[in-house]
């Protein structure tokens, strides 16, 4: 990973909760994926928002995934609000349905995708749909009910499938932590290929969920429509998951203005 040497690491990547996300553009992850695509480079991009950074606080080897990726961004409003308070930064806040159909719209028959995740039949209808969309070249679809043990023969014939196939971009879309694991269990065994994590999107590509108007996400209330439309589903991850993500922030604020405090300067300013 980390094949994007055109990125400046000291200007573009923002700590937020020890998750270094990229400080880019919907545009420029378009313009960067297409630019691997047709290069033929290896990418990681994984996203980050309120469920993912509580799930690193528990699992460090997620942070140790996005120090790999090659992207990562912000996804949620949760996290932008995070970066604002802990670094003073503003992050562009965007989500893989946003941009992973320009990019598949601008490559069209260029481009080859493998699916994986979702409910069984609902992955293939997101493949036909999006073939169809934009002409891009389905080469393989895998459920995401499989057992993800490397080794394991479900896991063994997918990774087989994909040596074979050499797709161009392969959309993980297991829902969180489950598509990191398997990223993080099998990137170094596939010589090429864009790896997007990207959730939700095969559920939304299959006309299965409909994406809120944009004034929705611009507000920041996704997730409120989200938890209305599957609340026996997500009540846990926003209920629950968002007084957690509010306590890491304060833990992580309240570590900064010590770290702050103790500073040589500020102790000679004292003195």
Not at 103 to 108: A, H, S, T
Not at 123 to 133: I, K, L, N
């Amino acid at each position: 990973m980390n094949a994007n040497t055109d990125i400046k690491l000291d200007d573009a990547i923002v700590d937020v909760m020890g998750l270094p996300l990229h400080d880019i553009t919907r545009a420029e992850i378009v313009t960067r994926v297409i630019d691997a695509v047709k290069g033929g480079r290896k990418m990681a991009i994984v996203n980050a928002n309120a469920h993912m950074a509580v799930e690193s606080q528990k699992h460090p080897w997620l942070r140790g995934l996005f120090r790999r990726a090659d992207i990562a961004f912000c996804d949620g409003a949760g996290v932008q609000l995070a970066a604002r308070v802990l670094t003073g930064r503003s992050l562009p806040r965007t989500t893989p349905p946003e941009w992973i159909g320009p990019v598949l719209e601008r490559l069209g028959p260029e481009a080859s995708v493998f699916w994986i995740g979702g409910k069984p039949g609902v992955v293939d209808a997101a493949a036909q749909t999006f073939s169809a969309r934009y002409g891009v070249r389905t080469v393989g679809t895998q459920h995401g009910f499989f057992d993800l043990t490397p080794g394991s023969r479900e896991s063994t014939q997918l990774l087989e499938r994909l040596l074979v196939t050499k797709p161009d971009i392969i959309l993980l879309t297991m829902g969180m932590p489950r598509q990191e694991i398997w990223l993080r269990d099998n990137i170094d065994h596939l010589p090429s290929g864009v790896f997007i994590t990207a959730g939700a999107l095969v559920d939304h590509a299959a006309g299965r969920v409909r994406r809120p108007p944009r004034w929705v996400a611009n507000m920041g209330l996704e997730w409120l429509v989200r938890l209305m439309r599957e609340p026996r589903r997500l009540w846990r991850r926003y209920v629950l998951g968002l007084p957690v993500f509010g306590f890491y922030v304060l833990v992580y604020l309240q570590r900064r203005l010590r770290l702050r405090a103790a500073s040589p300067l500020s102790r000679k300013l004292a003195g």
